[in-house]
């Protein structure tokens, strides 16, 4: 299988040919159920947020070279525990779980995955395990009636009957058990001991990690999808098994037996779900994957960020769906617990265009001749959805010519709902659109072949 490879924090994603299928049935009706839903609001928060940088990863001087870039006014050292300490000053007091739910239903969502621990070890949730964590006094928000933080939004989502996705990441960069103070004081992203030598720090670990994922499995209801990041521990390298499998299959016989579970980039029976990060792949896959990507230029919050504009959020997502994928859709909060202005703006610019064409999205899946040029073809039954994207200043052409294989009965344009004159020949489609109100176009029309 692929190795996992970062550059500049972008992971590769196993490739389609060595994708294992789930065995048990529940898991796969959930898992068909899950890739229509096609758009989830992905989140990166933690405390670390407060210094601007990205998320975790200059903690690791192993991946200095790209991730230590924006730490330009003290020593990386100072920086290293001004980080860990963040927690001790978090007070997002914005923070309103029912107020993000309410925008992302707005905006076409349909399912949340947060980062309810990334590789810093800070727990998002009210874990037992340590006191690295939202709920604990150290931490000023600790007073909040949201302190939960993952237990408001999963609460508030699901009111909004949107799905849960879990992300969790498998190295714990906190733990005394993965990078021990005695081992060194310039870690790589990995383990920093032999794990051979010292057998039982490891199974603390271990131990530490089942406890942690075996919580968000049985105290925080339904989850549709455990999301495992940090495709590095596994146990081809290093020997960094953390027995996946004793932890999911408990969940799998106990509370959750629909469990989907991506344990990103590592292949194999528990990546259920493939992860392109910050790309598409070239052709269209006919296995689960999501890509996951930004509204801004980063995952983590930056005080400067520069935010795709609602256009390209749908052409990004038509790329997307046309090759039969799901769109997670990463917004970074604010230190203050507020989403930021910007990328606010163009959300609601997406859900502004979903609220009218989100039936040639949700529960579709691949068609042919799946995406030329500007053009993007999605399927549901025997019904066809060729979307045509507009670029800026772009117009309809008044003679559109379409590749259809099969035989069209009638053609509805779906922003005003009226029929299109065609004409069919082989392998083509010839519409009339000279009739067509070019002046509340915007984006993407799409055009509904039955």
């Not at 009210?126 to 999963?154: E, G, N, V």
Request: aromatic residues 12%.
């Amino acid at each position: 299988m692929k190795k996992e490879m970062i550059q500049d924090g972008v992971h590769s994603y196993t490739e389609e040919e060595r994708y294992v299928p789930p065995k048990e049935k529940a898991v796969q009706e959930h898992l068909d159920w899950f890739m229509g839903l096609k758009l989830g609001l992905m989140m990166h928060w933690a405390p670390g947020c407060q210094l601007g940088t990205l998320e975790s990863w200059p903690l690791s001087d192993g991946d200095g070279s790209w991730s230590q870039a924006d730490v330009d006014w003290t020593d990386i050292e100072t920086f290293k525990q001004q980080y860990i300490d963040a927690n001790k000053t978090f007070n997002p007091v914005r923070f309103r779980p029912d107020r993000w739910a309410e925008l992302a239903e707005e905006c076409g969502f349909k399912y949340l995955l947060f980062t309810t621990k990334h590789h810093d070890g800070f727990c998002m949730f009210d874990t037992q395990t340590t006191d690295y964590k939202i709920t604990d006094p150290s931490c000023p928000f600790h007073t909040s009636p949201w302190a939960d933080i993952t237990r408001s939004l999963y609460d508030e989502f699901r009111k909004r009957g949107m799905a849960i996705s879990v992300y969790f990441s498998k190295p714990d960069w906190h733990s005394d058990d993965y990078w021990h103070r005695a081992f060194g004081t310039a870690p790589t992203r990995n383990v920093n001991y032999s794990i051979e030598e010292h057998p039982e720090m490891w199974e603390r670990f271990v131990s530490y990690t089942h406890r942690q994922i075996e919580e968000l499995g049985t105290r925080y209801g339904k989850i549709d999808c455990l999301w495992l990041d940090g495709g590095w521990v596994n146990p081809d390298n290093q020997g960094q098994d953390i027995r996946l499998g004793e932890i999911v299959n408990k969940l799998r016989s106990g509370p959750q037996p629909h469990l989907i579970v991506c344990d990103r980039t590592v292949g194999g029976e528990f990546e259920n779900i493939v992860t392109p990060e910050k790309e598409i792949p070239e052709r269209p896959m006919n296995i689960p994957w999501e890509t996951c990507t930004t509204v801004g230029d980063r995952f983590s919050f930056h005080y400067t960020d520069n935010f795709k504009t609602g256009r390209q959020l749908v052409h990004l997502l038509l790329n997307v769906v046309s090759r039969g994928g799901n769109l997670a859709l990463n917004v970074a909060p604010q230190p203050d617990g507020a989403l930021p202005a910007g990328a606010v703006a163009s959300l609601r610019d997406l859900g502004r265009w979903m609220r009218i064409h989100g039936e040639g999205i949700y529960n579709t899946t691949i068609a042919e001749p799946y995406f030329i040029r500007n053009i993007r073809y999605t399927a549901k039954g025997d019904t066809r959805y060729i979307f045509y994207l507009y670029e800026d200043c772009a117009a309809l052409p008044l003679k559109l010519h379409l590749q259809f294989s099969g035989k069209a009965h009638k053609i509805r344009l779906m922003r005003t709902g009226q029929e299109v004159p065609f004409e069919q020949h082989e392998g083509e489609l010839l519409l009339d659109t000279s009739a067509i109100d070019r002046n509340t176009a915007f984006y993407a029309d799409c055009f509904v072949v039955s």
